[in-house]
């Protein structure tokens, strides 16, 4: 059996928490792959989003997702993802993660509901 990898970022798993429209779908999506990954950034964008909406966080919305916790700098990531095209800050910071996490981005997939962050990550190399 092949691992399949995706590394999630936040509007996925927000616009799951939020129950919004194709929320079960993309439940759906995220659980064909055999790991899961993401910035602990994910959780605190979360968490916001939800308050923002008076709703309350749960566990079970990053279950499942491992974290990954750069050792240094990802100062020469967040170059390579800007030179692929601008991000907003939080955005960025999740493709740095996934190119830090996954130095062969074609190895993985980079699953957003953002369209710029999308097209940055295919961009990139990674799957989408």
């Not at 691992?3 to 927000?14: K, L, M, P």
């Not at 959780?43 to 990954?68: D, N, P, T």
């Not at 800007?82 to 190895?107: M, N, Q």
């Amino acid at each position: 059996m092949s691992v399949s990898r995706a590394y999630i970022g936040t509007s996925v798993i927000a616009a799951i928490a939020l129950n919004e429209v194709g929320s079960t779908d993309h439940a759906r999506r995220l659980g064909d792959f055999s790991q899961l990954f993401s910035s602990n950034l994910l959780e605190a964008e979360v968490r916001a989003a939800l308050a923002r909406e008076g709703r309350q966080f749960e566990a079970g919305f990053i279950s499942g997702i491992e974290w990954v916790f750069p050792d240094r700098s990802l100062g020469p990531e967040l170059a390579v993802a800007l030179a692929a095209g601008y991000l907003r800050g939080a955005d960025l910071w999740h493709i740095a993660t996934a190119l830090y996490a996954a130095p062969e981005p074609g190895e993985i997939a980079f699953v957003t509901l953002d369209n710029r962050q999308r097209s940055i990550a295919v961009a990139l190399g990674f799957r989408a």
